[in-house]
Every structure is written in C-alpha cells, then in structure tokens.
C-alpha cells in the first residue's frame, strides 16, 4: 500500500522547465537589482546595508591601539 496514494506516470519537469527558468531569471534579476541598490551612494552608509563599506582609516586605529 502506497504512502502517497496512487502513482500516475505524468510528467512534471519537461512541461514545468519555462517557469523553472524563468523564476530563476527573475530572481537573478532581482538580486541584482537590490545589490546594485544596496552599493549606491545614497544607500551606502545607511545602517540596514547588509555590505557597509570597510573603513578607510580602520588599520591606522587598530595600529595605534
């Protein structure tokens, strides 16, 4: 006796394959966007940036420590 039921021989990745890919592109695209977003110069030094930019002068203070 099946765990799921009955097994129908259908196929699933052939017809599903253009929206596979195309969810893909959309969030390659998407990601893209935001990280493009997130590095711009308004954005950039705001305290909810995942990526703050490394301090210029972070070196010189740990060397005079």
Known sequence: ????G?????P???PMAPFY???AIVFYGINSFATMLA???EYKYDPRNPNPPKAENQG???AQR
């Not at 006796?1 to 799921?4: E, F, G, I, N, V």
């Not at 009955?6 to 259908?10: G, H, P, Q």
């Open 39 to 41: 590095n711009s110069d």
């Open 21 to 23: 890919v195309a969810g």
């Open 1 to 4: 006796m099946p765990l799921l």
């Open 12 to 14: 699933v990745l052939r």
């Open 6 to 10: 009955k097994k129908y021989n259908v």
């Open 60 to 62: 010189e203070k740990q």
